[in-house]
């Protein structure tokens, strides 16, 4: 997950994760339950609430594929992922679990939870269940449970 300071987080950085995880404002207003107006209102502010960023993470992505270079721009090292063709879609779940498979250390955790949310991790996970080792299932979902909950 982001370390969130106690500073405010630019609005042009809250809208870059806003479509990198495929969301618009509006759902996020909804999913927050924060009111429109507000959410549009800090474009013009220039910057958003702390805790506006750790509800986002927390925001499963409506993305149905991803590839390796939109993780590698979001901070996931090369040498964590499975996947040698960085351009090549592949389906949100199986990216999910199979870089899980290859590293699940608290920074691959943290950096997929951010890019695509705890619920679709989690989600992943549990479709996957039967293919993939408990131990992973258990350690991945008792750091997830262990994770701060939204503001």
Same mark, same amino acid.
């Given at each position: ?10 609005? $042009? ?25 507000? !959410? %549009? ?12 960023? !750790?509800?986002?993470? $927390? ?10 270079? *939109?993780?590698?721009? %979001?901070?996931?090292?090369? %040498? ?11 389906? !949100?779940?199986?990216?999910? !679990? ?7 250390? *608290?920074?691959?955790? *943290? ?18 269940? *039967? ?7 258990? $350690?991945?979902?008792?750091?997830? $449970? ?6």
């Amino acid at each position: 997950m982001m370390n969130v300071s106690h500073k405010n987080i630019s609005n $042009q950085y809250f809208e870059s994760v806003l479509k990198r995880k495929g969301l618009s404002k509006k759902a996020f207003a909804e999913y927050a339950g924060i009111p429109y107006f507000t !959410v %549009a209102g800090w474009k013009k502010k220039g910057e958003v609430p702390t805790y506006a960023m !750790v509800i986002l993470n $927390q925001m499963p992505t409506h993305k149905k594929s991803v590839t390796a270079a *939109d993780l590698i721009k %979001a901070g996931l090292p090369r %040498a964590v992922l499975w996947n040698n063709q960085s351009d090549k879609e592949v389906p !949100v779940d199986i990216f999910i !679990v199979s870089t899980l498979q290859k590293a699940y250390n *608290d920074f691959v955790i *943290d950096k997929l939870t951010e890019y695509f949310g705890k619920e679709s991790v989690l989600t992943a996970l549990l479709k996957y269940k *039967d293919r993939i080792s408990e131990r992973l299932i258990n $350690q991945v979902t008792k750091y997830l $449970q262990e994770l701060p909950r939204s503001a």
